[in-house]
Every structure is written in C-alpha cells, then in structure tokens.
C-alpha cells in the first residue's frame, strides 16, 4: 500500500502543483457535468452524473440561515433504488484502462506501477473500505458522489466528519439526486462508470494526500489542497467555503 501512496503522491501533487483555482461557484452549477475538468472529459463520462447535485449549493445557503440542523426528507425506497445499478466487469476494463492512460499520460514511468496496484485491487479496496465505513452502498451513485465529495472535503479541511455528519451527506446527496429523472434514467453502464472512476480518484487522491501529510512537506501539501478544487471538482462547490453539518454540506458563508 505504502508503494501506492508514493505513487499517488508523485501523480497527483505533479498535476496539483501547478494550479491556479480559478473563480468558482459555491454550489452545484445547473450544468454541471461529469466532465470534471482534467481528465474527465477524456473518459466520455455521462454529462449527468453530478447534475443530480445542482440544488444542493442552494439548500446549503437555505439551511445554513434556517439552522444548520435541517434534514432533508428520506426519499422513498423506489426512488433510491433507481440511483442503483449491476456491475459488469467489461465497464470495469474500460474505466481501468482510461484512467491508467490518463494518470500515466505525463508520467509514464509511473505506468506499469499503478497499473499493478488497480489490477490487484488495491485502490479499489481502499475506497470499498470507506464506503463499509460509511455505512453506503457500492452500487449506488449518490452514496459513491458522497464519499467522494466528502473525501475531497476531508483533504481540503484537514479534518473527518462524525458518522450523523456523514450520514446527513447521504441523505442530502440521495434527496437531491433522485429528482434528476436523467441520473436516474442512465442505463446501469453509465451509473458504474461513474462511480467506478469517483472510486479510483478518491482512492488516490487520499493515497497521495495520506503520503504527502507523512512527509512533512507543508509546501507542497498546501499545493495539493489549492489544486484538488480545480482538478477534481472544477464545477463546485467550493468546498473551502463549504462544512458539513447533521444536515449535510452546508456553507460557511
């Protein structure tokens, strides 16, 4: 594992580093895509994966004046079970091999290292255990986009939500997520795609972020940080301005 950390370390913090963050909304954008700036739109990922999030910057604004408190209402067993999908290992196969191609693009010599650690499973284990952690399906898409909106959160706050935090993320992501009858309505291909790639780069990210922390080096951490927004979620929200409450995410403003 530890080999796995250097290696998302040197990948990430190389494309991170030299970032800009340029000016970003404090929500989802209604035309959010799964383009997800660099990278992602070399996967031919489905351009609504995270449109289902659009509302929740404005929920978040609503609930952090009203109280940050505020549950969203569970949405109902049928509606959650269309954010499901089966997994097929011939999607697998094509989310491994993009995401290699792509990682490997400006570091090539990393190639045969990473491909070794996703062949084996490794990263995929890592990012299973937080999800069993989370108590959050597998299968589910927003479940995956929560942890890995909350993955992101973590690395650039430094700090861990409590388990009803965590468990008001889900319930913010799934009552969002469900109203978007085209998130819903992607066929099951589409939903693992997404999810497995959300996967890879939470798994990594977290990877380099754990190695970078260990190594002392504060310049190139707060680096890592600054870029993580730009890289990874280009759409918003900030998530600098943003905490996590009981409610779920919740601005800071």
């Given at each position: 594992?530890?080999?796995i950390?250097?290696v998302?370390?040197?990948?990430?913090s190389g494309?991170?580093?030299?970032?800009v963050p340029?000016?970003?909304?404090?929500q989802w954008?209604?035309?959010?895509?799964m383009?997800l700036?660099?990278?992602f739109?070399q996967?031919?990922?489905?351009?609504?994966a995270?449109?289902?999030?659009?509302?929740i910057?404005?929920?978040?604004?609503k609930?952090?004046?009203a109280?940050?408190e505020?549950?969203?209402?569970?949405?109902?067993t049928?509606?959650?079970?269309?954010?499901?999908?089966?997994?097929t290992?011939?999607?697998?196969?094509?989310v491994?091999k993009?995401?290699?191609?792509?990682q490997a693009?400006n570091?090539?010599?990393?190639?045969?290292?990473?491909?070794r650690?996703?062949k084996?499973?490794?990263?995929?284990s890592?990012?299973?255990d937080?999800?069993?952690?989370?108590g959050y399906?597998?299968?589910?898409?927003a479940?995956?986009s929560?942890a890995?909106?909350?993955s992101?959160?973590r690395?650039?706050?430094?700090?861990d939500?409590?388990?009803r935090?965590?468990?008001?993320?889900?319930?913010?992501?799934?009552?969002?997520?469900?109203d978007?009858?085209r998130l819903?309505a992607?066929?099951?291909?589409?939903?693992?795609?997404?999810c497995e790639?959300?996967?890879?780069?939470?798994?990594?990210?977290?990877?380099?972020?754990?190695?970078?922390?260990e190594?002392?080096?504060?310049?190139?951490?707060?680096?890592?940080?600054?870029g993580l927004?730009?890289?990874?979620?280009?759409q918003?929200?900030?998530?600098?301005?943003m905490?996590?409450?009981?409610a779920?995410f919740?601005?800071s403003h």
């Open positions: 594992m530890r080999r950390a250097v998302a370390a040197t990948l990430l494309l991170l580093a030299g970032l340029s000016p970003l909304h404090a954008s209604a035309d959010a895509t383009d700036g660099m990278g739109g996967m031919a990922l489905s351009q609504s995270i449109s289902g999030t659009r509302a910057g404005d929920a978040s604004g609930a952090s004046r109280g940050k505020r549950t969203p209402h569970p949405p109902a049928r509606s959650v079970n269309a954010l499901t999908f089966r997994a290992a011939s999607v697998t196969r094509v491994n993009r995401f290699i191609d792509w693009k570091h090539p010599e990393l190639r045969a290292e990473l491909a650690g996703i084996s499973g490794e990263l995929q890592y990012f299973r937080i999800l069993e952690g989370y399906q597998a299968n589910n898409i479940d995956v929560s890995y909106y909350i992101l959160w690395i650039v706050h430094g700090a939500p409590t388990p935090q965590i468990a008001g993320v889900r319930r913010q992501m799934r009552s969002f997520m469900v978007d009858i819903t992607l066929p099951d291909e589409q939903k693992q795609e997404i790639t959300f996967a890879l780069h939470t798994a990594l990210a977290l990877q380099g972020y754990k190695q970078l922390v190594s002392g080096d504060t310049g190139l951490l707060g680096n890592f940080r600054r927004q730009s890289a990874l979620a280009p918003g929200p900030e998530l600098a301005e905490e996590i409450s009981d779920g919740v601005s």
